[in-house]
């Protein structure tokens, strides 16, 4: 598992740490990754700095199993766990 925003590696850093993430945090400041993964949102929204909550689950070929819009963070591990053990 890994986390992307578009935050710099200092604010990931200091973000990882005060939450004591278990897995790596990538920072993606020009948001190439997060246009890839249709994750930016247009320029006149509201949280344009923010990227979407979206998670994708990818199986061991590299290929996207699985697509998620996240919006209850507490809850999503739980929901993907789900998935999996179906």
Known sequence: MIGVSFDTIEDNAAFKSKFDFPFPLLSD???SLGQTYFATRPPDDDY???????????????????????????????EVLAALLH
Request: hydrophobic residues 25%; aromatic residues 8%.
């Open 48 to 78: 344009a700095d923010y990227p979407r909550r979206i998670s994708y689950l990818i199986n061991p070929e590299g290929k996207i199993a699985n697509t998620y819009e996240v919006s209850d963070p507490a809850g999503h591990a739980e």
């Open 29 to 31: 400041t020009d948001k």
